[in-house]
């Protein structure tokens, strides 16, 4: 369950760089549901992105080994598959470009 109060949902940044942002209010690719002045849902939307506020969610979803992701936008997400997620943001290692050094 995803819970949150007042708000929409949240931001997670692991210590590499990437930012995952949950959402599961009005709005976002879930079934969130207000529930006495909470949003709570079983399934939410998830996006990641670098430091420098570039997509990263295709990337991620595929070093997840969830397969291609054909929008810069994950919807409708379970618990399951968000923790999948986390897991491959956090191991996530960026290969250094040669335009990036």
């Keep these: ?16 760089g990437i930012v995952m942002s ?7 690719y879930s079934n969130g549901e207000c529930v006495n002045g909470d949003w709570q ?4 939307e998830v996006a990641f992105f670098d430091s ?8 991620i979803y595929s070093f997840a080994g969830l397969g291609e992701l054909n929008d810069d ?5 379970n618990m399951s598959t968000w923790l ?3 897991d491959a943001a956090k191991r996530y290692t960026f ?5 990036d050094a």
Excluded: Y
């Design 22 to 28: 949950t959402q599961f209010g009005p709005g976002s």
């Design 73 to 77: 936008v994950i919807p409708r997400v």
């Design 41 to 44: 849902a079983e399934l939410c």
């Design 52 to 59: 420098r506020n570039n997509w990263m969610s295709k990337t």
């Design 95 to 99: 290969v250094e470009r040669e335009s």
């Design 1 to 16: 369950m995803f819970t949150c109060i007042t708000k929409h949902g949240f931001f997670l940044t692991f210590d590499n």
């Design 84 to 86: 999948q997620l986390i």
